[in-house]
C-alpha cells in the first residue's frame, strides 16, 4: 500500500516534494521539539493520484483514519466529540508556496453538538459560536463554491442590525442567528446542508485542496513562475489552537530579521485575542512584539528562543506564524522568508559574518532579478500625484522629462540641457538615437518583449509600454489621454514614467539615485562618500563583497554588447572584459545612411568605389574610438548583418512620392532610380532574406570595406602604443562554404594591410551560430571558424519559424496564457527547442576542435535563467548590454556554484 499520509513527527525540511512547503517545515519543527500542535499531512501523491483518476484514493481514507486516532490518543480528544471536542485545520501546500491554492479552513469538527461542548470547556460561549461562524463561512466559500459575498452581506447586515462597526463586537446571540443565516446560505446555493458529520467536513476539505490545484489562478501562476503542472499539492490537517480565547490569547506573524531592510531585531504583528485571518484581513490594528514582551513576558522569551533556533537551524531569515492560547504558545508554520532586494544582500553578508553560511551559500541567496531592482532609480513619493494611466511596466526605474516626440526632438532638447521621455505609438531601429539620449520611453502599443521595452532593458532605460489610454499624435505633436477630452500634452508638459509599477503621472515627480549604480559606475568609495545612511552604507558594501566573490568564482567571462565608445567605457566601468559584439550596421545611421545608399545606387566601378571610400574613413575613426576604450581587451566586431531594405526608404512612401512628383512635373531622376532599387530589393520576410553572410557575399567591396577599417584602425592604435585585440564574426553562416569565402577574403585584406604598414595583423575570424542548420552542421564550420557566437535572437527567430517582429503582438499573450510558452522564449532561452540546437554547435564544434571559443550575443546573454543554462553548456561567455553586465556577472558566479561540474570551455 502507498504510503499517502506522515505524522509530523515522521517528515523532515529535505520532503518538499512529497510533504510540500509547509509540511515539510511543520515536520521539521517537530523534530527539533518546538511547540508545534499536533496533525499530519496528507501527500503530494495522494494529490496526484487523485487528479489521475479523478477520485480520492481508497488507501487514503484508511490512512487518515490512523493518523487522527493517533493525534487523537496524544491529546485525549475526538474529532468533533459533544464533550471537549478535537478541532482541526486543513491547508493546502505545494512545494512552493502558490497564490491561487485553496484557502485555509479553520475549526473543522465543529457542528451543532459539539460547538456547545467547545462553549463549555472554554467557558466562553460567544468564542464556540464565533469559531462555528467562521467555519460555516470558509467551508461555504473555499470547499462548496458558495460566492462568499453572500456571507459578507450577512455579517454586515448583522452588524448593522446590533448597532456595531467591527466583527468581534457581535454578542452570542448575534453569532447564533449568524450561524442559522450561514447555513441558509449553503443550503440556497450549494444545494446541500452544511454537513454535520465532522469526518465528512475533513474527507471534503481535503479533496477541495486537491480540487483546488487546477484552478485557473494556480495555472495562471505556475505558467508565469515556470513551477510543473505535475507536482500536485499537499495537504495539512493540524489541530486547531485557540488565538481568541481571551485577554491571555492571541495570534501574530515574525521575523527573525526585518524583511524589508535586513535589519537584526525583533519585528512582528500581534493580535490579541484574535485568529490568523484577523492578522491578514486588517481590521483591527496590530501590536508589536514589544507590545507582546509586556503583555506575556514568558511567552515572548519562548518565541524569542525559538525564532532564534530556527534562524540558526535553516540558516537564513525565517518567517514565522504563532498562536498564543491561554498562555501557551504553539508554532504554526514556518519558512524562509520572502524578503526584498535590499533585504537579501544585506542578510546573506550578515549570516556570513556570523558564520551561519559561506560566501558562496551567499552568492546562491541574492539572484540578479534583485540586483537588478537595487540598480533602478526610483521615485520618492511624496505629496500628491497626478496619474494619466497606468500600463504595462516594461523596463524598472524612474524617470522625469519633457514629451519629446521623435529623435531630432530629443536630441535637440537633451543637448540643451533638459530630460525627455520619448513618446511613441511604438518604436522602431530608426528611434534609436532618441532612445539613447532620452531618460525614458513610453509607448501607446507593444508589449514587454516589445522593441521599445527589450532595447530599453537592455540600456537601463525606464520604459513603460502599451498605454492604450494614450492616443499619440506625432505630426500634430500631441498626446491625447482617453476620458480626459479637456487634457492635451504637448512637448511643453512634464511627465514622469515608473517602469515598475507601469504608472504615468502628469508634472514632476522627484527621483533619487540608486547608491547601488553609483557604486557600479563608480566604485565602492564613492558610492560611501554619498551614502546617506548606515543602511544604505551596509547594502552597498553587502553588493561589493558578494560581486568580487562571483569574479572569483565564475567560469563564464562576461562581455558587453557595444556599438560605440560610450557603450564600451559603460560596459568597462560596469566590469566587462571585453567587447562580446560590436554592431557595425549601428555605424551606418543617421547621416551616414546617405552614404550607403549611395553604395545601393551605384552603376559602376567607379561609383562603387567613391562610395566605399567615403564610407571608410568614418567607419576607421569609430574602431580606432572602440580600440582605445577596449585597449587590451577582446572586440568581437560583426560585420553588417541587416537586410539593404534597412538602408533604404519605405517602399510605400516612396512610391507615392514619386507618383506625386510625376503628375506635378516635378519628378527628380534619382528618386525615380531609388525607387527601382528599393522595389528590386523589396522582400517579403526580409529576415530570412539578404542580409548577413549574404548580402556581404554578393555585394562588391562591402566585405573589403569593413575588414580594411577593422586592420587599418588596429595598425593605428599600434603605431600609438595600443594594444588592439578584434576578432571579425561573419553573420548568418549556414554553410560552411559560406564561411569559406569571406574567410578567404577577410584574409586578404589583412595580408595586404600587413603588406601596407608592416604591423602583422593575425585576428581571429569566426561566425555567428543563428541558423538550425549551422547549429546541426557545426562540425564542418569550426573547420573554418577560430570561435562561434550564438545568435540566440535569430536562432529563436528560426527555431520557431516565426518573426519577432511580426507576431509578438499578434498572439504572443494567447500562448503565453494558452502556456505554449511559459515566458517569451526572446526573454528566456527555450532550453526544449533553441537549447538543444546550441547543445548541438556546442557538441559537433568542440568535436572538431575541442578548444574551439564560444560565447553567446543575443539578449539572452543577460538573463538570469539563461546564463545558468550557457554555464551549463560549458560556453566560454557571455555577452550582453553594458547595463546588465553587473548582473551576469553575479549570475555566472552563482551558476559555477550550483554546477561546479559543468564541462571547462
Known amino acids: 500500500m502507498p504510503k499517502y499520509v506522515y505524522r509530523f513527527s515522521e517528515g523532515d525540511k529535505d520532503q518538499k516534494d512529497l510533504l510540500g512547503g509547509k509540511g515539510a517545515n511543520l515536520a521539521e519543527m517537530t523534530r527539533l521539539g518546538l511547540p508545534v500542535p499536533p496533525g499530519f499531512t496528507i501527500t503530494t501523491d495522494a494529490c496526484r493520484a487523485y487528479l489521475a483518476d479523478g477520485t480520492v484514493p481508497d488507501e487514503l481514507a484508511v490512512q487518515v483514519t490512523t493518523a487522527l486516532r493517533e493525534v487523537e490518543e496524544e491529546l485525549g480528544r475526538e474529532l468533533g466529540a459533544p464533550e471537549d471536542p478535537l478541532l482541526v485545520s486543513v491547508r493546502s501546500g505545494a512545494k512552493f508556496s502558490m497564490p491561487g491554492m485553496m484557502e485555509t479552513v479553520l475549526n473543522i469538527g465543529l457542528n451543532d453538538k ?8 472554554s467557558s466562553d460561549a460567544r468564542f464556540a459560536w464565533d469559531s462555528y461562524r467562521r467555519l460555516i463561512q470558509m467551508f461555504g466559500k473555499t470547499v462548496l463554491d458558495v460566492d462568499g459575498d453572500h456571507f459578507s452581506e450577512r455579517l454586515d447586515a448583522k452588524k448593522a442590525e446590533h448597532g456595531v462597526s467591527l466583527d468581534y463586537e457581535l454578542d452570542v446571540d448575534a453569532l447564533k442567528e449568524l450561524v442559522a443565516e450561514y447555513k441558509a446560505v449553503v443550503l440556497e446555493h450549494a444545494g446541500i446542508e452544511f454537513p454535520q458529520d465532522p469526518r465528512a467536513q475533513l474527507d471534503m476539505a481535503t479533496e477541495a485542496v486537491f480540487r483546488s490545484w487546477n484552478t485557473e489562478r494556480a495555472h495562471i501562476y505556475r505558467r508565469r513562475e515556470k513551477i510543473p503542472h505535475d507536482l500536485g499539492t499537499a495537504v495539512n490537517v493540524c489541530t486547531m489552537v485557540f488565538g481568541n480565547m481571551g485577554e491571555t490569547s492571541g495570534t501574530g506573524v515574525c521575523f527573525t530579521r526585518d524583511p524589508s531592510s535586513g535589519r537584526t531585531g525583533v519585528y512582528g504583528d500581534y493580535l490579541v485575542n484574535a485568529q490568523g485571518e484577523d492578522v491578514v484581513a486588517g481590521i483591527r490594528n496590530t ?37 498564543i492560547e491561554r498562555g501557551k504558545l504553539w508554532l504554526l508554520q514556518t519558512r524562509v522568508g520572502k524578503r526584498t532586494a535590499a533585504a537579501a544582500f544585506r542578510v546573506a553578508t550578515q549570516l556570513v559574518d556570523e558564520k551561519l553560511i559561506t560566501m558562496d551559500e551567499a552568492l546562491t541567496r541574492v539572484t540578479g532579478d534583485q540586483l537588478t531592482q537595487l540598480m533602478f532609480p526610483q521615485f520618492e513619493y511624496t505629496g500628491d500625484r497626478e496619474v494619466l494611466t497606468r500600463a504595462m511596466p516594461a523596463s524598472p526605474g524612474a524617470a522625469v522629462g519633457h514629451i519629446a516626440f521623435d529623435n531630432a526632438e530629443a536630441i535637440a532638447r537633451t543637448e540643451a540641457g533638459e530630460s525627455v521621455i520619448l513618446v511613441r505609438r511604438e518604436t522602431n531601429p530608426d528611434d534609436l538615437p532618441g532612445m539613447v539620449v532620452a531618460a525614458g520611453v513610453l509607448t501607446a502599443r507593444g508589449g514587454k518583449t516589445s522593441h521599445a521595452a527589450v532595447v530599453a532593458r537592455g540600456m537601463g532605460k ?31 508638459d512634464v511627465i514622469a514614467i515608473d517602469g515598475q509599477t507601469g504608472e504615468v503621472f502628469l508634472g514632476e515627480v522627484p527621483v533619487s ?26 547594502l552597498v558594501t553587502s553588493v561589493d563583497r558578494l560581486m568580487r566573490h562571483a569574479d572569483k568564482v565564475r567560469r563564464l567571462q562576461v562581455r558587453a554588447n557595444a556599438d560605440t565608445p560610450d557603450d564600451a567605457r559603460h560596459a568597462i566601468h560596469r566590469g566587462a572584459e571585453g567587447v562580446g559584439l560590436c554592431r557595425t550596421e549601428h555605424m551606418f545611421l543617421g547621416k551616414r545612411k546617405q552614404l550607403v545608399q549611395n553604395l545601393i545606387l551605384a552603376s559602376n566601378e567607379e561609383e562603387r568605389e567613391n562610395a566605399l571610400a567615403a564610407l571608410l574613413p568614418l567607419q576607421k575613426g569609430d574602431f580606432i574610438q572602440m580600440f582605445e576604450t577596449m ?15 534597412e538602408f533604404l526608404p519605405d517602399l510605400t512612401e516612396l512610391s507615392v512620392k514619386v507618383a506625386l512628383d510625376r503628375e506635378r512635373g516635378t519628378l527628380d531622376p534619382a528618386d525615380e532610380e531609388l525607387l527601382a532599387v528599393v522595389r528590386r530589393s523589396h522582400e517579403a520576410n526580409p529576415m530570412l532574406g539578404l542580409r548577413g553572410v549574404r548580402l556581404l557575399l554578393t555585394m562588391p567591396g562591402l566585405i573589403e570595406l569593413q575588414v580594411r577599417a577593422i586592420a587599418e584602425a588596429a595598425v593605428e592604435r599600434l603605431k600609438a602604443g595600443g594594444d588592439p585585440h578584434p576578432e571579425i564574426m561573419i553573420p548568418l553562416v549556414g554553410s560552411v562554404r559560406e564561411l569559406q569565402i569571406a574567410r578567404e577574403r577577410v584574409e586578404a585584406v589583412l595580408r595586404k594591410v600587413s603588406g601596407e604598414s608592416g604591423y602583422k595583423l593575425d ?56 502556456g505554449v510558452f511559459g515566458v517569451s522564449p526572446f526573454e528566456t532561452v527555450d532550453e526544449r527547442g533553441v537549447g538543444r540546437m546550441v547543445r548541438l554547435g556546442v557538441e559537433h564544434g568542440r568535436a572538431t576542435k575541442p578548444d574551439l571559443k564560444m560565447g553567446v550575443c543575443g539578449e539572452h546573454g543577460g538573463d538570469p535563467e539563461s546564463i545558468d543554462f550557457f554555464h551549463r553548456m560549458g560556453l566560454s561567455y557571455v555577452s550582453c548590454s553594458p547595463f546588465r553586465v553587473p548582473v551576469a556577472r553575479l549570475e555566472a558566479g552563482r551558476s559555477a556554484i550550483f554546477y561546479p561540474e559543468s564541462e571547462e570551455a
Open 763 to 818: 585576428f581571429p575570424i569566426g561566425c555567428m551560430i543563428e541558423l538550425p542548420r549551422a547549429a546541426v552542421s557545426a562540425d564542418t564550420i569550426a573547420e573554418e571558424a577560430d570561435f562561434f557566437s550564438f545568435g540566440t535572437n535569430d536562432l529563436t527567430q528560426t527555431t520557431w519559424g516565426f518573426s519577432r517582429d511580426d507576431v509578438e503582438s499578434v498572439f504572443f499573450k494567447e500562448y503565453l496564457d494558452y
Open 462 to 492: 525606464t520604459c513603460v509600454c502599451g498605454a492604450d489610454q494614450l492616443e499619440v499624435d506625432a505630426a500634430a505633436r500631441t498626446v491625447r489621454v482617453a476620458g480626459r477630452e479637456d487634457l492635451v500634452l504637448t512637448s511643453e
Open 631 to 645: 585597449n587590451g581587451r577582446p572586440m568581437t566586431v560583426r560585420l553588417i548583418d541587416p537586410p539593404l531594405h
Open 513 to 538: 539615485d540608486s547608491p547601488v549604480m553609483t557604486y557600479l559606475r563608480r566604485g565602492l568609495e564613492e558610492a560611501l562618500d554619498v551614502a546617506g545612511n548606515v543602511d544604505t552604507r551596509e
Open 287 to 323: 501590536l508589536s512584539l514589544a507590545d507582546l514582551k509586556t503583555l506575556d513576558r514568558t511567552s515572548y522569551d519562548e518565541l524569542r528562543s525559538a525564532m532564534r533556533r530556527l534562524e540558526t537551524h535553516y540558516r537564513d531569515l525565517c518567517d514565522i506564524e504563532f498562536t
Open 114 to 121: 459539539s460547538v456547545l461542548g467547545l462553549a463549555e470547556v
